[in-house]
């Protein structure tokens, strides 16, 4: 806000002038540029029909190259539908 030996006017225009907007928009792209990096959840989370659980491929360096999780733990709408590597040794 203004301060006493300020007008509104001289205020208004201070914060609307071309820098402090393009720091603004500038500081919004900053923010933005590492959104690509983030993987939407139902693309990675896969629903085994077999044993209806939710499995995921682990992306640690880990014993076991994936990771379920038990029954009715997770929704499986929007997930793909595609069998664990669990059921697939079974077979």
């Known amino acids: ?4 030996k300020e007008s509104m006017i001289e205020w208004i225009i201070e914060a609307t002038d071309n820098s402090a907007v393009n720091n603004r928009i500038h500081n919004q792209k900053k923010d933005s ?3 690509r990096l983030h993987h939407r959840i ?3 989370l896969m ?6 659980r939710v499995w995921q491929k682990n992306r640690k360096m880990m014993s076991r190259n994936w990771e379920s999780y038990p029954k009715n733990h997770i929704p499986i ?3 793909q539908k595609k069998q664990c590597p669990n059921c697939k040794e079974e077979k």
Request: with cysteine; proline share 5%.
């Open 47 to 52: 629903y085994c029909e077999s044993c209806e």
């Open 77 to 79: 709408i929007g997930k």
């Open 33 to 35: 540029q590492f959104e």
């Open 1 to 4: 806000m203004p301060s006493k």
């Open 42 to 44: 139902d693309d990675i």
